[in-house]
């Protein structure tokens, strides 16, 4: 018949179970955590993706930019170097930047869809680019109609600077605007970064500490204690 269990085996086996469970909650509680810094992690590489991608546009944008008043400025040079020679051979340059103004114009529409406030400065640039390629093409047509002479007067009048300096004028504020942008998105993507990165560190050692913390406590090493309360039962009997 076998012999009753004592009080030192009961115990013994209670405190195992005991054990098991706490190693089984830390594993949990250390997998949760574990979890929540890889979403965390997934979380800023999206960021620092589509802040690269911001930071992307807007540079295309300021290329862009740079790149109309660029144009216009060999537009005027094509002009220029007509109305002082007649040579219609200069007129190349002026033709190749008058379709490089209109793609750009068209491009930056569209890049700036997403932008109020940008839209609305095209609809004020627009119209002075009109206006300055208009200007430049009247006085074309008089040099080639009438000679020299006769375009010298238009020129001194100033017209074409000026419309030039307020189409530069709206675009440096068009560029000011991505600008701030950039800076802007940059910051935050900064500011996430670092929060993620804390949570990340802090998460990281919280669940290695839990895990260290289960490995000592009662029950990690279940073949071994029972074992010896069931011995220490024994010699208490005897």
């Known amino acids: ?68 008043v660029a144009s216009l400025s060999d537009a005027e040079t094509g002009q220029r170097d007509y109305l002082l020679t007649g040579d219609e051979a200069y007129l190349e340059p002026y033709r190749a ?72 004028s709206v675009i440096l504020e068009m560029k000011n605007e991505e600008t701030d942008l950039l800076r802007i998105r940059t910051q935050r993507a900064n500011e996430g970064a670092t929060k993620s990165a804390k949570t990340v560190a802090v998460g990281t050692r919280g669940a290695l500490a839990g895990l260290n913390g289960v490995s000592f406590r009662p029950g990690v090493k279940p073949t071994t204690r029972p074992y010896k309360m069931k011995k220490l039962g024994m010699t208490r009997e005897q």
């Open 97 to 168: 930047a008058l379709k490089s103004v209109d793609q750009g114009v068209a491009h930056f529409k569209r890049l700036t869809s997403d932008n109020p406030n940008q839209q609305k400065r095209i609809q004020v640039l627009e119209p002075l680019i009109e206006k300055k390629l208009a200007e430049l093409q009247s006085t074309i047509d008089v040099r080639r109609g009438k000679g020299l002479a006769a375009v010298a007067g238009l020129v001194l009048e100033g017209s074409g600077k000026q419309a030039m300096d307020q189409i530069r």
């Open 1 to 68: 018949m076998p012999s009753p269990k004592t009080p030192w085996q009961a115990g013994g086996k209670m405190k195992w179970k005991l054990g098991n469970r706490l190693v089984l909650g830390g594993f949990v509680v250390a997998a949760a955590i574990l979890v929540f810094v890889g979403w965390q992690s997934y979380r800023s590489t999206t960021r620092f993706a589509e802040a690269a991608q911001w930071r992307e546009h807007t540079y295309e944008v300021l290329n862009l930019l740079d790149d109309t």
